[in-house]
Structures are given as C-alpha cells and as structure tokens.
C-alpha cells in the first residue's frame, strides 16, 4: 500500500533520524561502556569495601573520612602533586615556548636544530627515564663528571629528598618537544605584518611580544596549560621509574624513594588500590582525582574566557 503524500514528508525525515542515530550509535555505546560506565562504577565502590574478589560491603562515607583524616601518606603525595602542577608544568611551558621562538627566528640550519630539540619527545617515557636518570647518577653519571670540571657542587639528585622533584622537572624540560611544536605553529602562524606595523610605530622586542605574540598564541597557552595541569595531576610513569632506578630497582624501595618525595597522588592510588588491594579506598582516590581534574580545567577556562587582545594590548 503507498504512503500517502501527507505522510511522505514524515517517513522520509523519520529516515534520516534512523540513519543519524546509526551513525551516532557506535560512539553512544562507546562513551557509555569505556566512560559513564566506569565512572559510575568508581563512585559507588568508592562507598563500599571492595577487594575486586569477595562481594563488595557499603561502608557509607568511611573511605573519605580515612582519606581526609587519617591515610598517613595521602598528604605528601597531593603536596609532591601540587609542587609538579605549580612549578614543573609553568616551567615547561616556559622553556617550550622559550625553545619555540628562538627556532622561529632561526634561518639556517632550523630544521635541524627543531628536529633536535623535539626528538626526546618521541623517546618512550620508561626508556627515557631510565636514560635521564643514568646521565644524572652521583659519581659516574656525566652531568656529575661535568658539574666536577666546572668546580659546581654536584646533588645526589634523584637519590636526594631535596633534588628528586627538580630532577624531574628537568626530565619534563628535556621531553617538551610536543609543546614545542604547537608553540612553534602558533607563532609562524601570527601574521608578519602586525610585527612591521607595530616595529613602525616604535614598539620594542618586549611590547610586540606582550601586545601581539602573547594575544595571538593565548589559545594555544590555553591548550597547553590545561592539558599539563591534567597530566601533572596523573603523573605516574616518570615517578615510579626514577625511583625504581635511582633505588637499583632493588627489591623492597619504597613508593616516592627517596623518603616519599617523589610519591605523587596517582602513584599512591595505584599502590593502595593494586598492591594492597583496598579498591573501594583506592575509587574514592580516583574519584577526589577527577573532581580535582575537572575543577582545575573549569577554573582554567573561566580564566582564560575573559582574556582578550584586547585586555592584553592594554
């Protein structure tokens, strides 16, 4: 029987939602299963007493007040986390943004030297802390025979309480070649002539920077700001090898060697919830982790929603 011609116009749009909600399905049931799923899951084990073995027991709110309380390392580990998001990610992103424009100036040899400077962000991070901290070892590592002939003291660095934290913020140094790169984008990407404009006008290398470099590039600043936030909140790798391998990966060193202070929040998470198997702590761990992740990121965007060209040519 033919669709009547009223009727048409409907069953051809209902068509098109059919074929919409086809395409769309395979990314609704993915963000379900991988995303909302898991979250949820954090969150009602982060209220239970869970091994992942035997059933888990509801334990209301005890899990958060142990973390908030009474964990004895909880608070070095968000300290260490907080040092690396204050300190490591400004000067990484200063260092790459730094790298950026002086390879942006270059004439001669630029492609070399960008493919230098990028080159140990391609390394694997397990590879290359292990290397890093190799070059840094007291004694025989180069960088201590090369402080010696210079006549500079020469830190026991990643088996130093005191310089453990600086040497990786020096190994995040050495690895920003990614930032490096969407630096480097943005600024060839600023129009040459609002240069020659304002050079015209008598503006200095600092005004053209602070009133055309800086607006130009602020989403990109943005970009890179909030993504190091959010991978300084989770580091994990770099910690555990730098330890591992300052400590003879000996049997027995413990987490954050030397004395806790390269114990980050990530890694006390993964300790408490897989090697004491105390997973419904562990899930409320994760669960303050995100909540301080997405507060981060709103803030940063809050922020940076109000800066204009405009406010900063000013």
Sequence with gaps: MAIPHVLAPRAAAHRRRLV??????PGVVGIGLFLIYPLLTTVYLSFTNSNMISPAKWVGLRNYRYLFTQDPSIWQAVRNTGWLVAIMVPAQLLFALGVAMVTARLKAGAGIYRTLFYLPALAPPVAATVAFVC???????PVDHLLHALGLPQPLWFTS????????ALLALWGSGSSMVIFLAALLDVPAELYEAAALDGAGSWQRFRRITLPTISPVLL???????????QYFTQAVVAQQTAGNSRIGVPPGYPNGSTLTYSQWLYVVGFGQFHMGYAC????????????????????AS????????S
């Design 284 to 303: 409320a761990l994760a669960v303050l982790l995100f909540a301080a992740t997405m507060l981060a990121t709103v803030v940063l965007l809050r922020r």
């Design 135 to 141: 070059l840094f070892t007291p004694g025989t590592g």
């Design 306 to 313: 109000g800066f204009t060209p405009q406010e900063a040519a």
């Design 223 to 233: 970009f890179s700001a909030v993504t190091g936030v959010i991978a300084a909140l």
């Design 161 to 168: 309480e005191t310089w453990s934290k600086p040497g990786l």
């Design 20 to 25: 919409v909600a086809a395409f769309l399905a």
